[in-house]
Antibody, heavy 117, light 112 residues
């Protein structure tokens, strides 16, 4: 059974940095595209970034380009999201999600990032 | 404002049939991209309910069904049950936006 566990969420000030992690188990992590999706009460669900199984191809939503970096460690079955220059509008619950038959087949439980002074 | 439009809320009595619409455009659903549906129960993460327009992952009850036509898609819950109460989101791929994937704004299903 696919199991994804996010961690690293915190309360941070605007302009600061934070790194989220997602530990994967129950599937061959190195074979799958992985994503970060965030959810806010006001904007709902928003796709943030995705990464190819080998880690070389990455895509981002425009609002985070140049600030966020998605990466993975296939040897340790870990997915990361490095978030720099955080803004108030980045406040959300962040989910990692595995692409399978659909675009987001399995989701973690989420980790809360709050950006506030 | 989402590019995939869903009704904010639908409701029904147990056993009734409810339909949730998802209206897109020629840059997403109408461009032949698949539509997927997610169920989010209170306090939980989203869960894939329907993939590629009308396919159910293993373990999803057959009272859930999906379809797509033109620039729209629909999710039908036939035989509504109390445990179906929650939020439902459609999702597709979009070629016009700043992001590759778009989600609907969500529909809250209430079981009366």
């Amino acid at each position: 059974e696919v199991h994804l566990v996010e961690s690293g969420g915190d309360l941070v000030q605007p302009g600061k940095s934070l790194t989220l992690s997602c530990a994967a188990s129950g599937f061959m992590f190195s074979n799958y595209w992985m994503n970060w999706v965030r959810q806010t009460p006001g904007k709902g669900l928003e796709w943030v970034a995705k990464i190819h199984p080998d880690g070389r191809d990455k895509n981002y939503v425009d609002s985070v380009k140049g600030r966020f970096t998605i990466s993975r460690d296939n040897a340790k079955d870990l997915l990361f999201l490095q978030m720099n220059s955080l803004r108030v509008e980045d406040t959300a619950v962040y989910y990692c999600a595995m692409k399978g038959w659909g675009d987001f087949d399995s989701w973690g439980q989420g980790t809360l990032v709050t950006v506030s002074s | 404002q989402s590019l995939l439009t869903q009704p904010p809320a639908v409701s029904g009595a147990p056993g009734q049939r409810v339909t949730i619409s998802c209206n897109g455009s020629s840059s997403n659903i109408g461009a032949y991209y698949d539509v997927h549906w997610y169920q989010q129960l209170p306090g939980a993460a989203p869960k894939l309910l329907i993939y590629a327009n009308g396919n159910r992952p293993s373990g999803v009850p057959d009272r859930f069904s999906g379809s797509k036509s033109g620039t729209s898609a629909s999710l039908v819950i036939a035989g509504l049950q109390a445990e179906d109460e929650g939020d439902y989101y459609c999702q597709s791929y979009d070629i016009s936006l700043s992001g590759l994937y778009v989600f609907g704004s969500g529909t809250k299903v209430t079981v009366l």
